[in-house]
């Protein structure tokens, strides 16, 4: 871009997905459905989880924390998108647009650490079940999951700063819904090599290496579900084959965003794939990981039932 003779950038544009009015309608109310349903979805396990004592265990614990995470991660872009979409000013100030940068990433990182910690807690239960109330134990689960926050904000902070190094003047339309990576770099007037660089080094130890992890462990798992009976290996293979296809599409298109060369980004391409990561994943991970699960449904029943009795 050609940055010369322009001054600082105060604010950024938010082109969103389309700039027909006709369209616009349709996607507010598409997203703000995805948005309620994803809400709901993980406020009710938020609840179910806390006050069933039947659901007080380790596995349970971390399918809250993804789903606290979760309610942050979609409310994070989600309800500015909505905003801008009916409103005639889609900007957004500078600083502000670091921020939900930073918090993105934050909410975003954590979410792909404590999946992995969940395949972890499945490993165990399934592998080594003797000895899960010793390795996964709450307190173990708390320090995992404290664990996760801890390096997702450190990670957060690391790019935010890189980024808040960076010049820019002169254009200030962003192609995304939100503050992403990718388009912010395309806006800089700067070098950002060392941006790319740290992005696809320390990227891999953060993003890639819990991924590969998640891979290895449900091969164990495979492994050792083979020996099962064939309606328990046949219940397992369901659990496993839809949690894995909801790590295999949310680090799929993270990685087909984030570690590929900024030169070849494209901007249609990337707030496709951010739809899937930052509203379809933690819309639909309370249903995936969650509300199929006999003990959930027997406790949303429970809570359901005391609340019509009670009126």
């Not at 009015?21 to 989880?49: A, C, D, R, S, T």
């Not at 975003?108 to 239960?125: E, K, N, P, Q, W």
């Not at 388009?183 to 890639?208: K, M, T």
């Not at 290996?233 to 894995?244: D, E, M, N």
């Amino acid at each position: 871009m050609d940055c010369e003779n322009g001054t600082d950038i105060a604010e950024f544009v938010l082109l969103g997905f389309s700039s027909q009015p006709e369209k616009q309608l349709l996607f507010f109310i598409i997203f703000l459905l995805m948005y309620v349903v994803g809400l709901l979805g993980n406020i009710m396990m938020i609840i179910l989880i806390t006050h069933n004592t039947r659901l007080q265990t380790p596995m349970y614990f971390l399918l809250r924390s993804l789903s606290m995470v979760d309610v942050g991660f979609i409310s994070v872009t989600v309800p500015q998108m909505l905003a801008h979409i009916i409103s005639s000013s889609k900007t957004i100030p500078f600083y502000s647009c670091m921020a939900q940068f930073f918090f993105f990433y934050v909410f975003g990182v954590t979410d792909l650490l404590i999946v992995s910690v969940m395949a972890l807690d499945r490993y165990v239960a399934i592998c080594n079940p003797l000895h899960y109330t010793t390795v996964m134990n709450q307190k173990i689960c708390g320090n995992l999951v404290a664990g996760c926050w801890i390096v997702s904000t450190l990670h957060s902070m690391l790019h935010a700063s890189l980024l808040l190094r960076l010049s820019y003047h002169g254009d200030n339309h962003l192609a995304h819904y939100f503050c992403d990576h990718q388009p912010l770099l395309q806006l800089s007037c700067s070098d950002i090599s060392i941006n790319e660089a740290v992005i696809f080094f320390e990227g891999v130890i953060v993003i890639l290496g819990p991924f590969v992890f998640i891979i290895l462990t449900y091969a164990r798992i495979v492994a050792a579900v083979m020996k099962f009976s064939s309606s328990g290996r046949c219940k397992a293979f369901s659990t496993c084959g839809s949690h894995l296809t909801m790590v295999t599409l949310f680090y799929g298109t993270i990685i087909g965003v984030y570690f590929l060369p900024t030169s070849s980004y494209s901007s249609q391409r990337g707030a496709v794939f951010a739809v899937v990561y930052t509203v379809i994943t933690p819309m639909s991970n309370p249903y995936i990981y969650s509300l199929r699960n006999k003990d959930v449904k027997e406790a949303l029943r429970d809570l359901l039932g005391k609340r019509v009795f009670s009126q």
